[in-house]
Structures are given as structure tokens and as C-alpha cells.
């Protein structure tokens, strides 16, 4: 089996829209999910994430000779359950297979994983993205979802990529290797043109919010429990041939999947206009920059010398137990969301925002914590919004727990800050100087509702802006708005807009 790197002679990228109008985008996605079972795959090994390098492993996960592997039923009841929430058949009777290569961090020099008998296939999922047109639903076909093992993690150390190319040494982290996954494959995606990389991403995020209401992984992509392969290829328009390839390996946003496919299409357009063939690859995203470098020359199936693994007996579910957990299925997101929205008054445009921002969960875990959905909207979409986008991170990896932002509104409710000051505690949360209520007195944002301070403050303000006061002695009330802001800005906004607005009628009219 082929290791090599295949860099391609640098070619110019192709506008993506510019691309469209001679290429048709050929998607697939495979999405491998860590299960939040509390012990590996095929041995008790405790799977915490966090825990100190090679010290959640045993004589199995690390492949010592003599070990023997038991399948964990819990990761199979996942697995099932995965199966049945994406339209999948199960199969009565799967087995595990050798997937053989050699990596460092696969200790064993093969993975346990199914090969052409998985436990689910056949299975479709829906999902909707938003157009010029209005929203437009796509079917997304499902190939398969299987069970195998995780990795070991590698950890590049010296050089300025974090790769291994240009690394002074390497570590391995065999912690996670033995952890269960299931990867879920998509058929070939076409006709999605344009919204090619929405899809995607659409297709992520349904997947992200289906697998966290089964509560069958944390499905965090920051941490890795969550990753998808974009496999891209491009075709003229007008022909039934798919392109050659490329697949972008353990893509681990959201948005990162939406990048990789529009990147991925400008390269390839690139290099078929200037003539030249795409390589068959895989290939490294960078989240900085985002774009993608070559890996290795893909492997096809053959290469991997499959054959069945002669330690594990095949996994034959039963119907009636396949039934049972078909009955435990949760809410499909599609009926969560239109239920959500009723609950929560939202309008159609609303809605769709707050789904595309993908704060759903975090709106829903607010309003749970005792806001209202127009307020936990409004800072979800807005002041948080805004820096994650600043920092180039997903909402739900800003640092800011929606018990926290329902605690900053409780504030805000209470009239012991107001909006303005809020977002100097969201500066603080996001620093992470504790609770709400200790960023409120460590900053001294508290507002000031004391009158005696407003009214000697409001004394000021109408000497200094005779000509104001002067308006508003004569009716014009709309003009206390400029004296307002002044003792707001005297009190650096920490006063109680409200009562300052009452004390300068009170003396001026």
C-alpha cells in the first residue's frame, strides 16, 4: 500500500462560481462519531477524554499478543439506534473485519471494522438550506453506518504546521485508540451545484443535532468525538462520469466542511482546466488558512487486505430487539424544530436563522434555564454571534454556557445592568473571570439607581446644555434624549436610563 506524499504542481484556483458553469460537484461525506460508551470497543478501558497520555490502556487495545477482544453491546445498541434514526435497514447478521495498514498510532497494525457486512445500510436523511429561492430540501442517500475502532492520536512536535512533515519527533496518545465509532458514508451527492458546500454543512449539522438527541456522543467536533472526510470530485457538465476524488481527512467544524468543499472544487477546476489529471488523495484542511495540503495517495479497499476478524463472533440482533430500540428513538429534528418554534413564537426567517447559526441547542438550553426565547435569541444571535465570528470559532466553543447568558439576562431583568454593561460581563465570561454575578462586582458594572447620584449628575447635565433644557421647558420632550446621554456617559453607562429620563422631566416640565 502506497505512503507516499503526492503533491501536485501548484495550479491557479478556479472562482467557485466560475467553476460551476463547466463542472458539477460529486460529494461524499463520511461522518465517524465517537460513542460515549464508558469503555472502549473491544476491552473495559475507560474512555474520559482528557486523561493523562497512555494511561487508559490495556494489553487489547495496544494489540499485545494473546489478547482477545469482546464487542461492547452498548456500542452496538448506539449503533442500531443510529441506524434506525437515518431511514437505515439493519442487518440480522454483520460481522468485523482486518482493516490492515500500518500507522503509529494503530498499535495493533490493523483497525476492527466492518467491511462489506455492516450493521446498517441503505438509509436516506433530509436536510434543508436556505436559497435565493427560499428554502430547498435535499435528500442526502446513506451507504452505510458501521462500527469499528478509533486511533491513537500522533502529536507532531518541532516544525510549523503541527504535521509530521517537518517535525523534529512524534508522540502517541494511545488513550483513544479502542474507543468506539461509528463511521456513517453518504452515496455519491449530485445535483446540489451551487449549494454544494451548504449541503454539506447542512448535512453535518443535521447529523451533529440527530445523534446528539439519540445521547449516543457529545458529538463535540473540537475535540475530535465528531469528524467528517469530505470526498469531492468534480465532472463536466453533462456527462454521467464521476471525476477522480480527493478525500479532506478529520474536517472538525461546521464550517470547516462548508471551506473544504468550496476550496476543494476551485483546486480541482484548476487543475482540469490546465489540463492535468486530479490526483486520487487524501488531504489535510487548515483551519487558518483554509485551504488544503496533500497527505498520501488514497488507498483503495483491495489495499487494506481485508478479511474477516477470527476473534469476534458476527453481531446478529434480533427483530424484536431491533424494534424495541426503534421505540426509543427521539423526536426527529425536523418535528423538534417546527415544535420549538410554536413554543417560542418565532417567525419562519427567525427560525431558519437561528438553525443556520447553529445555536438551536444553545437557544433552547437558555430558554430551559429561565429566558425568554426572544432574549436568549437576541444574545445568542447578536452580541455572541459577533465574537465568535471575530475569533473564528463555532458558538458553542466561545467559553459562554447558556446558564450563563440565562444568569446575564436574570441581570438584566432585574434592572442591575442593562444591555451595555451585559456585554462588558460577556467580555468577561469569555475571559473567563468567573460567574456573571462576580464579573458584575470584580468590574464594578453594577448600574446606579441611587437618586441622589442621578439627580446630582442630571443638576450637571441640564447647566452644561442650557439650550437642551430649554427645548424641553418649551415641549419638546423627544429632546431629553441628548441630556440622557450625557449623564449616561458621566456614569460610563451604569445608570438607570429609565429614572434618569423621569428625574429631567421631573425638573424641566
Known amino acids: 500500500m502506497t505512503q507516499t506524499r503526492t503533491d501536485q504542481a501548484p495550479t491557479e484556483l478556479v472562482p467557485f462560481d466560475e467553476a460551476l458553469t463547466r463542472y458539477e460537484p460529486v460529494m461524499g461525506l463520511e461522518v465517524h462519531v465517537e460513542l460515549n460508551t ?12 482528557g486523561a493523562e497520555p497512555n494511561t487508559q490502556v490495556c494489553p487489547t487495545c495496544l494489540g499485545l499478543p494473546g489478547a482477545l477482544p469482546v464487542v461492547n453491546g452498548k456500542a452496538v445498541e448506539s449503533a442500531i439506534r443510529i441506524g434506525l434514526a437515518l431511514n437505515c435497514s439493519i442487518a440480522p447478521w454483520s460481522r468485523f473485519a482486518r482493516k490492515n495498514y500500518f500507522y503509529p498510532d494503530m498499535p495493533k497494525n490493523f483497525q476492527t471494522s466492518q467491511y462489506d457486512e455492516p450493521i446498517a445500510f441503505d438509509g436516506w436523511t433530509d436536510v434543508t438550506v436556505d436559497t435565493e429561492d427560499g428554502p430547498k430540501t435535499f435528500r442526502v442517500e446513506i451507504e452505510r453506518a458501521h462500527m469499528e475502532e478509533d486511533t491513537g492520536k500522533s502529536l507532531h512536535v518541532g516544525g510549523s504546521t503541527g504535521r509530521i512533515h517537518g517535525a523534529e519527533y512524534s508522540l ?20 446540489a451545484g451551487e449549494h454544494a458546500p451548504a449541503v454539506a454543512k447542512a448535512y453535518v449539522a443535521h447529523l451533529r443535532e440527530l445523534i446528539r438527541a439519540l445521547d449516543v456522543s457529545d458529538v463535540r467536533m473540537e475535540q475530535g468525538s465528531m469528524r467528517c472526510d469530505v470526498n469531492l470530485s468534480l465532472m463536466p457538465i453533462g456527462s454521467e462520469v464521476f471525476g477522480t476524488r480527493s478525500e479532506t481527512k478529520n474536517v472538525n467544524s461546521l464550517r470547516s466542511v462548508e471551506r473544504a ?3 476543494e472544487a476551485a483546486r480541482h477546476a484548476g487543475i482540469l482546466d490546465a489540463g492535468q489529471k486530479v490526483v486520487q488523495e487524501t488531504r489535510h484542511f487548515h483551519e487558518d488558512t483554509g485551504e488544503t495540503t496533500s497527505g498520501r495517495e488514497k488507498s483503495d479497499a483491495e489495499d487494506y487486505r481485508y478479511f474477516p476478524e477470527p476473534d469476534l463472533v458476527p453481531v446478529a440482533p434480533s427483530d424484536a430487539w431491533v424494534e424495541e430500540l426503534r421505540g426509543t428513538l427521539p423526536e426527529p429534528p425536523a418535528a423538534r424544530r417546527a415544535r420549538l418554534q410554536g413554543e417560542w413564537g ?5 427560525m431558519r436563522d437561528v438553525v443556520g447559526a447553529g445555536a438551536l441547542d444553545l437557544v433552547e438550553q437558555t430558554v430551559a434555564a429561565g429566558t425568554s426565547p426572544a432574549s436568549a435569541r437576541k444574545w445568542w444571535l447578536g452580541e455572541l454571534a459577533r465574537r465568535a465570528n471575530d475569533t473564528d470559532v463555532a458558538l458553542d466553543e466561545l467559553g459562554v454556557t447558556p446558564e450563563q447568558v440565562a444568569q446575564v439576562q436574570g441581570l438584566v431583568d432585574a434592572k442591575r445592568i442593562n444591555d451595555k454593561l451585559a456585554r462588558q460581563v460577556f467580555d468577561g465570561l469569555v475571559a473567563g473571570e468567573g460567574t456573571p454575578e462576580e464579573i458584575v462586582a470584580a468590574r464594578g458594572l453594577e448600574v446606579v439607581s441611587d437618586d441622589g447620584a442621578l439627580t446630582a449628575a442630571v443638576d450637571r447635565a441640564i447647566e452644561a446644555n442650557p439650550d437642551v433644557a430649554d427645548k424641553i421647558r ?3 420632550v423627544a429632546a431629553a434624549g441628548a441630556l440622557i446621554g450625557a449623564v449616561m456617559k458621566e456614569m460610563r453607562g451604569q445608570a438607570d436610563a429609565g429614572r434618569v429620563r423621569e428625574l429631567i422631566l421631573e425638573r424641566l416640565t
Open 346 to 350: 418565532y417567525s419562519d426567517l427567525e
Open 261 to 263: 468543499v468550496r476550496y
Open 38 to 49: 464508558a469503555s472502549k470497543m473491544f476491552c473495559g478501558c475507560s474512555t474520559v477524554f
Open 474 to 476: 418649551g415641549g419638546k
Open 172 to 191: 502517541v496518545d494511545y488513550n483513544r485508540a479502542g474507543i468506539p465509532l461509528i463511521e456513517i458514508v453518504t452515496k455519491p451527492i449530485t445535483g
